[in-house]
């Protein structure tokens, strides 16, 4: 049985998430599923590193199929690419060991949310960015962020309701970027929850505009209350970057 690692690049505007639905097939697993199972003429079930929201954009999500198949790497390459619609891409296909597993093995993800920051709109970024108009005082937001650095239960900045499951997640490191009127805030962790990085975003937009102090980030997290966090900002503007291992 061999297994085959591939690396994946899409545009999530149409679709409804990475995981599979029952009752559709507008997701980037089961756009996959669909193509690989006719390509090894059986069921296949694809593994991904973790779930994107619906609308959420990647650059390098990870995923693993186990198949008896003997097509070589290169024609399985050429094969999915083929028959995916073009807004979802894999840009590489790696045979394995029988024991990687994208989801299981994965130590760490970046994930970036990028604001258009003008009051011009821009046609060109209006996909893959959110748009925000007033100015944001980058200092104070990269102050604020520091807080969030380290091993906290981050359930006040996420839409998870109540759950058996640990809230608790580190974040190793995020950075903010300026270039031109886009700002990209970067976020590497050991995982994320439920909207975790779009309420985040929220958040500190509110003390890139003076509304809240930089202690507001202290009261989210010692009172684990979602409704005093910022609103959770649109899918358009988050991408998966990459997965660490």
């Excluded at 390509?39 to 779930?51: A, F, L, N, Q």
């Excluded at 619906?54 to 186990?66: D, E, I, L, P, S």
């Excluded at 309420?199 to 989210?220: A, C, N, P």
Aim: charged share 25%; net charge positive.
């Amino acid at each position: 049985m061999r297994n085959i690692k591939l690396i994946i690049e899409y545009d999530g505007s149409k679709y409804s998430g990475w995981q599979r639905l029952k009752n559709s097939d507008q997701t980037i697993q089961g756009k996959l599923e669909s193509v690989i199972s006719e390509m090894v003429s059986s069921p296949v079930e694809i593994i991904g590193s973790g779930r994107t929201d619906a609308g959420v954009h990647a650059r390098g999500q990870v995923a693993n199929f186990k198949t008896n198949s003997t097509m070589p790497i290169k024609d399985i390459h050429k094969y999915i690419n083929h028959y995916l619609p073009q807004d979802i891409v894999v840009k590489k296909v790696i045979e394995v060991s029988e024991r990687f597993h994208s989801r299981y093995n994965a130590k760490s993800k970046k994930y970036t949310y990028y604001i258009w920051n003008h009051w011009i709109p821009s046609p060109f970024q209006r996909k893959y960015s959110y748009h925000f108009i007033e100015t944001l005082d980058i200092g104070l937001m990269e102050e604020a962020s520091k807080k969030l650095v380290g091993t906290h239960d981050f359930i006040g900045f996420s839409s998870v309701k109540k759950t058996n499951k640990s809230t608790i997640r580190t974040i190793e490191e995020i950075t903010i970027i300026k270039e031109g009127n886009m700002l990209k805030f970067s976020f590497i962790g050991d995982g994320f929850l439920y909207n975790m990085i779009r309420i985040i975003m929220g958040s500190l937009i509110e003390i890139g505009i003076r509304e809240k102090e930089i202690f507001y980030i202290d009261e989210i997290l010692k009172t684990k209350t979602r409704s005093i966090a910022g609103k959770t900002l649109p899918p358009h503007g988050l991408f998966l970057e990459e997965v660490y291992y």
